[in-house]
């Protein structure tokens, strides 16, 4: 089945610097792929997404790239902002289509330092 | 708008008891739902889905069961909970397969 490796687990950064997360998949099959930030008590919220014949999308501070050869594709957020810490979750897509749910990783905890 | 809901938001149960989890969704019709547990530290663990009324598949061995009594209805139950069962447990829906599933705000779940 499907794998998914997130990197870092933890990442600090300076108010109005850059982040970036990436991800690692196993299944050269995967075709969808979104970004979840999950706040505490709360449950997953879809921020982005891309699929397998994009390599690039983005919406205002956030974009996503994608690079099928490698198997991995990464979140980049601009900017930053208090109200960006948070937990985020890549995730993908088995072979098999979405029935079967997506894969996660294991998420990263982004700290926004002021 | 579609809109998701599970209740309780936090349940306290006692080893041994039973379990009944509640999702329900608004604004669509046939939607596919997801049941999914997450530890601490860790992503989220895919339970059971259901692409439609009666029709559950499991993804792994466990305690815990789920029906579909109703199109927008999904039920996380247990006969007997084991101290392993605490986490957190988030209902999802999408339109159907390989499209953005969408989550609902999860019942925390904690066995003494």
């Known amino acids: 089945g499907e794998n998914v490796e997130q990197h870092p687990s933890t990442l600090s950064v300076q108010e109005g610097d850059s982040a970036v997360i990436k991800c690692t998949y196993s299944d050269s099959a995967s075709n969808y792929f979104p970004w979840y930030k999950q706040e505490l008590g709360k449950g997953p919220q879809l921020i982005i997404d891309?699929?397998?014949?994009?390599g690039e999308k983005k919406d205002q501070r956030i974009a996503v790239t994608l690079n099928k050869t490698a198997k991995h594709f990464s979140l980049h957020i601009t900017e930053t902002q208090p109200e960006d810490s948070a937990v985020y979750f890549c995730?993908?897509?088995?072979?098999?289509?979405?029935?079967?749910?997506?894969?996660f990783g294991k998420g990263t905890h982004l700290i926004i330092q002021p | 708008s579609q809109t998701i809901h599970q209740w309780p938001a936090t349940l306290v149960q006692p080893v041994g008891s039973p379990l009944s989890l509640e999702c329900t969704v608004e604004g669509t019709s046939n939607p596919n739902l997801y049941w999914y547990r997450q530890a601490a530290g860790r992503g989220l663990q895919l339970l059971f889905y259901s692409v439609g009324i009666g029709q559950i598949s499991s993804e792994v061995p466990q305690n815990l069961s789920a029906s579909r009594p109703q199109d927008r209805q999904f039920i996380l139950s247990s006969k007997k909970l084991l101290l392993s069962d605490s986490g957190f447990y988030l209902c999802?829906?999408?339109?159907?397969?390989?499209?953005?599933?969408?989550f609902g705000d999860g019942t925390r779940l904690s066995i003494l």
């Open positions: 891309i699929r397998s014949n994009v």
């Open positions: 995730a993908a897509s088995g072979s098999g289509g979405g029935a079967d749910g997506l894969t």
């Open positions: 999802a829906w999408s339109w159907q397969d390989n499209q953005p599933q969408h």
